[in-house]
């Protein structure tokens, strides 16, 4: 049997140890080096995970001729030249979502990407979740979506909510809503439509809420709503729904559970639990091994930062938006 990929650990917040764990229970990996801005959260995960070393230098771990690949976890500014400075070192990258706050930026990378090619995966847990594949099963040509990621209200203070760092929920958490409902589609996105604004967080300078259409190239279409003015009772954070004419499927309960009808026949699926960075961890390593690009890769990234980008300039303006990827 082949020895463990080694890998480092970029960022070692909330984030940074949801990915640690799913990576210590897989055997072909062996966590390897930790850095982050705050020394001391470095060294925790090195007390709790093993490995080689802890520090708050990244050049660290991207020197490192044993590490294999990186988890890129921090706040999103720091997206860009880090995963640049991975590429260049020749380390394959995890790169937590959003690719990127821009289009621009997400370029950049995808122009290192080109020079380097390393193999790049970008964060999108949900394509991962078990019961996700079941609902492309169970209607592979959608003529309707209706999605939602709704979270309760986020703290003025939270990192995600500065501006620079975080750019508020629509950008970071929208990115998993646009990139869900392209996974879900036959067609790809040619046309959207927004509305949306600041609702929950006046004095920041930020868009928290935003109500989406989006026209897809085989006619069909989907509506987003992305906001952190609460989340649903009902359907919880995650709801993602989908028709065609004669089949109607419901994802909801962030995912774990699947209601399918085709006529009056009704029918659910449910998962006990999460599993979908795990699942995300368990291909992205099986993709360091093949040599095959792991999926979603750079350019599901830049899609929903396209979306995204267009969306907001739509809600701004007043027009709807062409897309060009």
């Known amino acids: 049997m082949a ?20 990576l210590a229970a897989l055997e072909d990996a062996r966590l390897s080096l930790f850095a ?20 708050d230098d ?22 860009v030249p880090l995963a640049i400075a991975a590429a260049e070192a020749g380390k ?13 930026d997400c370029r950049r990378i995808g122009a290192t990407l080109d020079r380097t090619r390393v193999l790049f995966m970008t964060g999108f847990k949900l394509r991962f979740f078990p019961l996700v594949d079941r609902l492309r ?8 979506q209706v999605a939602q990621i709704c979270d309760d209200r986020w703290p003025d203070a939270f990192w995600g909510n500065d501006p620079v760092k975080g750019g508020g929920n629509v950008l970071s958490q929208g990115g998993h809503a646009m990139d869900l409902v392209c996974h879900f589609s036959a067609g790809e996105p040619v046309r959207i ?3 949306g604004g600041n609702a929950t ?10 109500a989406v259409t989006i026209s897809f190239s085989d006619g069909s279409v989907a509506s987003l709503a992305i906001s952190d003015s609460g989340a649903s009772p009902t359907v919880s954070k995650f709801s993602f729904q989908a028709m065609d004419g004669e089949r109607a499927a419901h994802l909801s309960d962030r995912l774990c559970v699947l209601r399918l009808a085709e006529g009056a026949a009704v029918s659910e699926l449910r998962e006990e639990t999460e599993q979908g960075l795990l699942f995300e961890s368990r291909a992205f390593l099986r993709a360091l091994r093949t040599g095959v690009a792991p999926q979603p890769g750079y350019r599901d990234g830049l899609r929903s930062a396209t979306l995204l980008e267009l969306a907001l300039t739509a809600a701004r303006t007043g027009v709807p938006q062409h897309v060009r990827l």
Do not use: N, Q, W
């Not at 020394?39 to 490995?51: C, K, N, T, Y």
């Not at 394959?92 to 621009?104: S, W």
């Open 201 to 210: 967080h006046p004095g920041i300078s930020i868009v928290d809420t935003l």
């Open 137 to 144: 099963a169970f209607i592979p040509k959608p003529a309707l």
């Open 3 to 22: 020895s463990p990929l080694s890998i480092g650990i970029i960022g070692c917040g909330s984030i940074g140890r949801e990915h640690a764990t799913c």
């Open 92 to 104: 394959h990258v995890f790169m937590e979502k959003p690719l990127a706050l821009t289009v621009e």
């Open 58 to 79: 990244p050049a660290r771990v991207f020197a490192d001729p044993a590490v294999d690949a990186v988890y890129i976890c921090t706040h999103h500014d720091s997206h």
């Open 36 to 55: 982050d801005s705050d020394r001391a959260r470095a060294e925790e995960f090195l007390e709790d995970f093993g490995g080689d070393g802890a520090t």
């Open 193 to 195: 439509h927004a509305e």
